[in-house]
């Protein structure tokens, strides 16, 4: 009795893990993989962007915060801004729609793990963006994607929500454009990269969840890591950014 007890204890703080006093993700009790990514999310989220993001680190709990706000262009800046720039091509809703600055904090573990089980994403945030905007699955508002939101993405693969929330959703040109560039870390702390393999190739082993074991130009030891889809989604044209289930223990994301 008492080592099912304990069984279900382990089993609880895998799957859902605790909370510190501030409501961020407590991921000392939470079996840790064998790849420390704090180096790697400490210099990738510092480069060129210091401006609306901040990483600090307090044991196993790694915390980046943002505005939200990205470093291109869009047309969601507004006419007049120095960084408007038009919707690409002709065929897009015309939205009136700008974006304002949030306060995000996106709480991932140091040495992120396989969770025992994996957690499907959800609407909202799912990870950020090496220049500090949310990342989003494939979902929008009730359901999949459809052309009434993908016609409102700008050349970046992104648009604000209903709160004027700017984040991505698919690649695009000031993020990632069929390569192998490192983009951001999802909420479980591993991090995703565009189409390709270090080698230029497109991975022909990812899992159900769009990611697998393997060197990238961050890890040259091995890590798991995601991959933007290599499939066409629908007839949009686009390559989505993150589709199913989280691989490790999903950490906090405020505002």
């Known amino acids: 009795m008492k080592h099912t007890i304990h069984l279900i204890l382990f089993l609880t703080l895998l799957s859902v893990g605790a909370c510190k006093e501030d409501g961020t993700q407590d991921f ?5 993989g064998d790849v420390d990514i704090t180096a790697v999310v400490q210099a990738s989220f510092g480069n060129a962007y210091t401006d609306g993001v901040s990483v600090q ?68 945030p799912v990870g950020m ?5 949310p990342i989003y699955n494939d979902y929008e508002g009730g359901g999949l994607l459809a052309e009434n939101a ?9 648009h604000p929500g209903p709160r ?11 993020l ?6 490192l983009i951001g870390f999802l909420r479980d702390g591993f991090p995703v990269y565009g189409r390709k393999d270090t080698d230029g190739t497109y991975p022909e082993d990812l899992d159900t969840n769009g990611g697998h074991i393997g060197v990238t130009a961050d890890f040259p030891d091995s890590i798991y ?18 589709s199913g289930a989280y691989h490790g223990t999903k950490g906090t994301f405020t505002q």
Not at 150 to 158: N, P, R
Not at 176 to 181: G, H, W
Not at 228 to 233: C, D, F, G, K, T
Request: with cysteine.
């Open 225 to 242: 890591h995601y991959h933007v889809s290599n499939e066409m989604y629908s007839t949009s044209g686009l390559y989505v950014i993150k």
């Open 150 to 158: 993908w016609s409102t993405f700008d050349a970046a693969g992104a």
């Open 176 to 181: 990632t454009t069929d390569d192998a560039k």
């Open 28 to 32: 000392s009790e939470i079996p840790s």
């Open 57 to 124: 680190v307090d044991g196993e709990n790694i915390s980046i915060s943002s505005t939200g706000l990205p470093d291109h262009k869009t047309p969601y800046w507004g006419e007049g801004h120095e960084m408007y720039e038009d919707f690409p091509g002709t065929n897009h809703a015309n939205m009136n729609t700008t974006m304002i600055g949030f306060n995000y904090v996106m709480t991932i573990p140091a040495h992120p793990a396989e969770a025992a089980s994996k957690e499907q994403t959800e609407l909202g």
């Open 164 to 174: 004027e929330d700017y984040h991505y959703h698919c690649e695009g040109d000031y």
């Open 129 to 133: 963006a090496l220049n500090g905007v």
